[in-house]
């Protein structure tokens, strides 16, 4: 059974870091898409970074670009989200999923679901 866990969210100051875990299991890691988004009270849901098959490829949405990186450890099926310079608009559950068709911020394709972990950004 594919399993996907979130962890490292929290509250934090406008400015500060966070480092959010995926830890995936129940398939083989290799060649999937790894995805993060998040979705804010009372919006629609938001793709925030992708990485494909190892960091081969990753994609980030403009509105994150050169604040968070996307990562992943494969030794340990976990894929990582550091998010720095955090606004109060970051202020979202943030989901991880996997996909093994495409890797875009759209959501479509991602077969898996984790269940979120709260990243709340305080001014």
């Known amino acids: 059974q594919v399993q996907l866990v979130e962890s490292g969210g929290g509250s934090v100051q406008a400015g500060g870091s966070l480092r959010l875990s995926c830890v995936a299991s129940g398939y083989t890691y290799s060649r999937t898409c790894m995805g993060w988004f998040r979705q804010a009270p009372g919006k629609e849901r938001e793709g925030v970074a992708s990485i494909y098959n190892g960091g081969d490829s990753t994609y980030y949405a403009d509105s994150i670009k050169g604040r968070f990186t996307i990562s992943q450890d494969n030794g340990v099926n976990t894929v990582f989200l550091q998010m720095n310079s955090l606004k109060p608009e970051d202020t979202a559950m943030y989901y991880c999923?996997?996909?093994?068709?495409?890797?875009?911020?759209?959501?479509?394709?991602?077969?898996?679901w984790g269940q979120g972990t709260q990243v709340t950004v305080s001014s």
């Open positions: 999923a996997a996909a093994w068709l495409g890797c875009g911020l759209n959501g479509k394709g991602y077969s898996y």
